[in-house]
């Protein structure tokens, strides 16, 4: 082989490694009550105390383990609802709106 393929070669293993190291990072659960579900429901608890910026923490952690669970998203429409933003709201419903309807089981 030529010294120009090999130089070839390794630029274009180089870039599909650092190509590879840029994907979304997704969050891993720490322990057994790490899940969307906990979190969401953790948000609803802290919503209804007033604490909204450790309700929209949760919710965002939510989705964080799971991006296609829709409780997140209901959560951050909640949230937003409450603090009187109306863009949020509707933009987390529509996500949700489309993951439920991917996630929605086919009836025969």
């Known amino acids: 082989m030529s010294m120009q393929i090999k130089r070839y070669i390794v630029l274009v293993m180089a870039l599909v490694v650092v190509a590879a190291g840029c994907g979304k990072k997704i969050a891993q659960p720490v322990s057994v009550l790490d899940s969307p579900e906990y979190h969401y429901k953790q948000g609803l608890k802290y919503l209804d ?3 909204t ?3 929209m923490r949760e919710f965002e952690r939510a989705i964080a383990l799971d991006a296609k669970s829709p409780l997140g998203y209901i959560g951050r429409g909640w ?4 603090r009187a933003s109306i863009s949020l709201p509707w933009r987390s419903c ?3 709106r489309a993951w439920t309807r991917a996630l929605r089981p086919i009836s025969a």
């Not at 949230?79 to 409450?82: A, L, R, V």
């Open 94 to 96: 529509r996500r949700r």
């Open 49 to 51: 105390k007033d604490q």
């Open 79 to 82: 949230h937003s609802g409450k």
């Open 53 to 55: 910026d450790d309700a």
